[in-house]
């Protein structure tokens, strides 16, 4: 069955420093990979996400991801953090091809808190 | 302007009762879906519709009816309220099985 890891439930880190937040999928394929933030209240936003082609993914607000097939991971990063920044983070995955209905599958989240 | 819209976006009811939470999209999608975040923020699916028919249908109790009288919109119905429901339901969409989805703001369902 298909899962998502966050090993990391919350972590902060002083604005202006690198962030990497950690994702790792089981699946027996390649799979569809995203990430999205949810800030309070809100609902999910689309960071960033890989189909296929090069496995170093460009996001929005100056984020980015790498798949890494051998390590089943698609870590998020940024080499600084705003303020702004401070929300939750979920990885997801879901299965393609022919077989795909969408279902997204998403792990536990990581909260980024980020200090002054 | 905004893509996907849910209604109420608060809804405090009690036990037993009946309640609806409306979903609409203006992005020109095919795909529709409902997930329910518990109190520990996890997401899963509940439902997804393609085109007006339910592709997804998770283990989600009968009290739980989707209902999408076009491709815009797609309304959960949920009977006899228990306090297990309390929680955040997202209502999102995408162009097809296959691309991104996008998320409404949620409903927060508190169950008294």
């Known amino acids: 069955a298909q899962s998502v890891t966050q090993p990391d439930i919350h972590i902060t880190v002083s604005e202006g420093a690198s962030l990497e937040l950690r994702c790792n999928y089981s699946?027996?394929?390649?799979?569809?990979l995203f990430w999205y933030v949810q800030s309070p209240g809100q609902g999910l936003q689309l960071l960033l996400k890989?189909?296929?082609?090069?496995?170093l993914v460009q996001g929005i607000k100056g984020f980015e991801a790498e798949f890494k097939r051998s390590q089943s991971s698609f870590n998020l990063r940024k080499p600084s953090v705003h303020w702004s920044d401070a929300a939750e983070y979920f990885c997801?995955?879901?299965?393609?091809?022919?077989?795909?209905?969408?279902?997204?599958?998403f792990g536990q989240g990581t909260t980024l808190q980020v200090k002054p | 302007d905004t893509a996907v819209s849910q209604t109420p976006k608060y809804l405090v009811t009690q036990m037993g009762n009946d309640k609806s939470i409306k979903c609409e999209q203006n992005?020109?999608?095919?795909?529709m879906y409902w997930y329910k975040q518990d109190s520990k923020k996890f997401l899963k699916i509940m439902f997804s519709y393609n085109n007006k028919e339910l592709i997804i249908n998770e283990t989600v109790p009968n009290r739980f009816s989707p209902k999408s009288p076009d491709k815009a919109h797609l309304n959960l119905h949920i009977n006899s309220l228990e306090l297990g429901d309390s929680a955040v339901y997202f209502c999102?969409?995408?162009?097809?099985?296959?691309?991104?989805?996008?998320f409404g703001d949620g409903t927060r369902l508190s169950i008294l």
């Open positions: 890989y189909f296929s082609g090069d496995t």
């Open positions: 999102a969409s995408s162009q097809d099985v296959n691309q991104p989805q996008h």
């Open positions: 997801a995955v879901a299965q393609h091809g022919s077989s795909n209905t969408g279902k997204l599958i």
């Open positions: 992005l020109g999608h095919d795909t």
């Open positions: 699946y027996g394929a390649t799979p569809y």
